[in-house]
């Protein structure tokens, strides 16, 4: 009978190191900012099920193959579990909201999972809670709110729930793979290959029955489904996963607050749009946010005593 051994996370070495991996996990959050204007401009309305689908099941099988790995033992149910928080349920709620709201307020309601994740690692984790990463995650959230809306947004009922829900749903996922880490000999593609996979296989029934295929899928439209589901899904998945494995999860979870910035950003660059003043200064707080709370503290030392 073989066994499994569940490797937990671990401490970066240098800081340099952890420099390193924070920039490259951070790839991820900033690539996923790029959905909501790839939704609006490039997708078939109407079809969130559909779309969140072609993100998930095609990337996940695709690393599948790579990986050559499957579950063993607990990690068939995990897995599912996993996969159907982070994926089956974030990715439509996240196309619902961001076919139902304007990409900024959507935004918005995503960077409140550094604050879910803060307290859910108190309960799930038995961590201290960081208030420090707190404060930072609601300063984070007041500065994401003065960027993205703008005026004028619009405030959907049904958008905001989808928004909260999937905020909620990704934040259960990331504390629960940081308390289960990853199995021993399972790498980043193939821990990203079983959620991905499990995500799109929960998304398939629901899918076919409720929705359907677009009636029509042209050439933005596939070019939109590649790069959400290669660049969004598999690559960017793979980054953040790897780095879940080893970064605080707190930490890593307030640089999910590069993807509303991303778009605000793609906003200006893309469609024309302009950031006044007041929405440059939650910019700035939105970005500081984001940095303060990469930094580890050094633990204190009491006076008269060697450190």
């Given at each position: 009978m073989t066994t499994t051994t569940t490797v937990p996370p671990t401490s970066p070495g240098p800081v340099t190191n952890r420099a390193a991996l924070t920039a490259m996990t951070a790839v991820a959050p900033a690539v996923w900012g790029t959905t909501y204007l790839v939704t609006t401009e490039l997708l078939p309305p109407d079809h969130p099920l559909f779309a969140a689908l072609v993100r998930a099941l095609p990337a996940g099988v695709l690393a599948l193959l790579l990986s050559r790995?499957?579950?063993?033992?607990?990690?068939?149910?995990?897995?599912?579990?996993?996969?159907?928080?982070?994926?089956?349920?974030?990715?439509p709620l996240l196309f619902l909201a961001a076919e139902r709201l304007p990409g900024g307020v959507a935004a918005t309601l995503g960077a409140t999972q550094p604050?879910?994740?803060?307290?859910?690692?108190?309960?799930?984790?038995?961590?201290?809670?960081?208030?420090?990463?707190?404060?930072?995650?609601?300063?984070?959230?007041?500065?994401?709110?003065?960027?993205?809306?703008?005026?004028?947004?619009m405030f959907d009922p049904v958008g905001i729930v989808a928004g909260l829900a999937g905020a909620a749903a990704m934040g259960i996922g990331v504390?629960?793979?940081?308390?289960?880490?990853?199995?021993?000999?399972?790498?980043?593609?193939?821990?990203?290959?079983?959620?991905?996979?499990?995500?799109g296989l929960v998304l398939l029934a629901p899918?076919?029955?409720?929705?359907?295929?677009?009636?029509?899928?042209?050439?933005?439209?596939?070019?939109?489904?590649?790069?959400?589901?290669?660049?969004?899904?598999?690559?960017?998945?793979?980054?953040?996963?790897?780095g879940l494995r080893t970064l605080p999860v707190t930490a890593t979870a307030l640089l999910g607050l590069l993807s509303p910035l991303v778009a605000a950003a793609l906003g200006v660059l893309v469609a024309g749009e302009t950031l006044g003043a007041l929405q440059l200064v939650g910019f700035a707080l939105a970005v500081t946010a984001l940095g303060a709370g990469q930094i580890v503290p050094r633990p204190r030392t009491r006076k008269g005593l060697p450190s």
């Open positions: 790995t499957l579950p063993r033992g607990a990690w068939w149910w995990k897995a599912a579990v996993l996969g159907t928080l982070n994926i089956g349920l974030f990715f604050i879910i994740v803060a307290v859910l690692a108190v309960i799930v984790l038995s961590e201290r809670l960081s208030l420090r990463r707190l404060s930072w995650g609601v300063i984070g959230v007041i500065g994401v709110g003065l960027v993205v809306p703008g005026p004028g947004a504390v629960l793979t940081a308390r289960w880490g990853r199995p021993d000999g399972v790498g980043a593609i193939g821990f990203a290959a079983w959620q991905l996979t499990a995500g899918t076919l029955l409720l929705e359907g295929i677009p009636s029509r899928i042209g050439a933005p439209a596939v070019a939109g489904y590649l790069w959400l589901g290669i660049i969004g899904g598999l690559l960017a998945y793979t980054l953040w996963f790897h």
